[in-house]
């Protein structure tokens, strides 16, 4: 049982950085692989990045590669997103999920999920 709640969304202009975190309870954190996903209306969810259970492997989506960093606290069970040089298409409410592994780290696949944060990027 995980429970994971995002914050550090926010409005930015074209250009700029955001860092999202990602908090997960219980004890159970370092079992999982962690990652990014994100949703604009009338769009899919989409996957954005993921980290394996130590933080040694990361994967990323080619929109986002060289611009967005995935890492891990496992000591402050948290996640982090760092995102520079954003993009008006990055604007998007961003989710955090929990899975057994980076493989399953698919959106029907995924067992835990947090609330979401929103993230605007203006011209």
């Known amino acids: ?3 994971l709640v995002e914050s550090g969304g926010g409005l930015v202009q074209a250009g700029g950085s955001l860092r999202l975190s990602c908090a997960a309870s219980g004890r159970t954190f370092t079992n999982y692989a962690m990652g990014w996903f994100r949703q604009t ?3 899919e969810r989409e996957f954005v990045a993921t980290i394996n259970w130590s933080g ?3 994967y990323y989506s080619d929109s986002v590669k060289g611009r967005f960093t995935i890492s891990r606290d496992n000591a402050k069970n948290t996640v982090y997103l760092q995102m520079n040089s954003l993009k008006p ?3 998007a409410v ?3 999920a929990a899975s057994g592994t980076m493989r399953t780290m698919r959106i029907d696949s995924v067992p835990y999920w947090g609330q979401g944060t929103q993230v605007t990027v203006s011209l």
């Open 1 to 3: 049982q995980v429970q």
């Open 89 to 91: 298409e990055d604007t």
């Open 56 to 58: 040694s492997i990361t």
């Open 94 to 96: 961003y989710y955090c």
């Open 41 to 43: 209306p009338g769009k």
